[in-house]
């Protein structure tokens, strides 16, 4: 197992356009996790799912995002209409639960909204 | 609601020493587990060492300990034997199912 993947590793993109980023989670884990990180803070939780059940979301994810897992395998984030204040690392950790000895983050998609 | 706080935005120690990172918390949750991540410049979260709330004796990773004091909502980190690879940031976390971060400790070893 390679751990969690996300791709791409860098976007770039122009204010209004849609962006999707994909995230493969370690295969066992049923727990898929969304965080935000802008420079110099800590991550921000989004959402996350049990399977393909979207459980929670935060109240900083706003209606232009949307996030998915569909069969319980690997997740999309979309944003639509990108704003500036979008720009910041989107990280995807799995888990197949705490007491598991907690979550394995990928290494992050970086969005800079131009 | 919770929240995580990390009063030390900095600090700098030299190779071989050891240091203390302060992390406190607040949580109405009953049953959750704690935990230090430790993020290298540019390079992914990875998990140092956890704790689980109902446990009282303080974990263990090597030359990394924590003091775990539940009454106080206190959670530090001992590195012990500081090198150089132990430069990063570092965030405390806490959390049943979604994880709340503190804002982070830069840490520098110095050689």
């Known amino acids: 197992d390679t751990g969690v993947s996300q791709d791409p590793r860098h976007k770039i993109t122009k204010r209004g356009q849609n962006v999707t980023f994909r995230c493969d989670p370690i295969?066992?884990?049923?727990?898929l996790y969304w965080y935000r990180q802008t420079l110099g803070q800590g991550p921000e939780f989004l959402t996350y799912?049990?399977?393909?059940?979207?459980?929670?979301k935060s109240r900083l994810l706003s209606d232009r995002f949307s996030a998915e897992r569909p069969k319980g395998s690997f997740s999309t984030l979309e944003i639509q209409r990108t704003e500036q204040g979008d720009s910041a690392m989107y990280l995807c950790?799995?888990?197949?639960?705490?007491?598991?000895?907690?979550?394995?983050f990928g290494s992050g998609t970086r969005l800079t909204v131009v | 609601a919770q929240t995580v706080t990390q009063s030390q935005p900095e600090m700098s120690v030299q190779e071989a020493e050891t240091v203390t990172l302060s992390c406190t918390y607040d949580t109405s949750e009953s049953n959750y587990y704690l935990f230090w991540y430790k993020q290298p410049p540019s390079r992914q979260m990875i998990l140092v060492i956890r704790?689980?709330?109902?446990?009282?004796q303080n974990a263990t990773e090597n030359r990394f300990s924590v003091n775990f004091q539940k009454a106080a909502k206190s959670f530090s980190l001992k590195i012990s034997d500081s090198q150089l690879g132990d430069t990063a940031m570092y965030f405390c976390a806490q959390g049943a199912q979604k994880l709340v971060f503190g804002q982070g400790t830069r840490l520098t070893i110095n050689p």
């Open positions: 950790a799995s888990s197949s639960g705490p007491q598991d000895y907690g979550y394995t």
């Open positions: 295969s066992e884990h049923n727990r």
């Open positions: 799912f049990q399977n393909e059940a979207q459980l929670e």
């Open positions: 704790q689980e709330a109902y446990k009282q």
